[in-house]
């Protein structure tokens, strides 16, 4: 069992950054690739990013590459994503999600999920 508890979310202009965390729990939290996820209002959840258990391979929905960046530290059982160069329509709750086996992001099945953060980006 692996509990998945978001932070780091906000309210913060476009143009800035917000930077994300995602702490595990359970001492597997070095086997799991990790993803990250968003739902905008009235929109279906969306990937965002993935990490491999070994950070040796990453994902990106196209929406975000450049701007965004996910990394782990497997010492602190944490991922995390560097959010810069925001814009509103990155406004979502943001969501870790943790998988047991590594595929390519269309065929990833993710295990556990955390219960999300806020991310409001203001014009």
């Known amino acids: 069992q692996v509990q998945l508890v978001e932070s780091g979310g906000g309210l913060v202009q476009a143009g800035g950054s917000l930077k994300l965390s995602c702490a595990a729990s359970?001492?597997?939290?070095?086997?799991?690739?990790m993803g990250w996820f968003r739902q905008a209002p009235g929109k279906e959840r969306e990937f965002v990013a993935q990490?491999?258990?070994?950070?040796?391979?990453?994902y990106y929905a196209d929406s975000v590459k450049g701007r965004f960046t996910i990394s782990r530290d497997n010492a602190k059982n944490t991922v995390y994503l560097q959010m810069s160069s925001l814009k509103p329509e990155d406004t979502a709750v943001y969501y870790c999600?943790?998988?047991?086996?590594?595929?390519?992001?269309?065929?990833?099945?993710?295990?556990?999920w955390g219960q999300g953060t806020q991310v409001t980006v203001s014009s």
């Open positions: 999600a943790a998988a047991k086996f590594w595929r390519t992001p269309k065929d990833m099945q993710y295990d556990y």
């Open positions: 990490i491999r258990w070994d950070g040796a391979s990453l």
């Open positions: 359970g001492r597997t939290f070095s086997s799991y690739a």
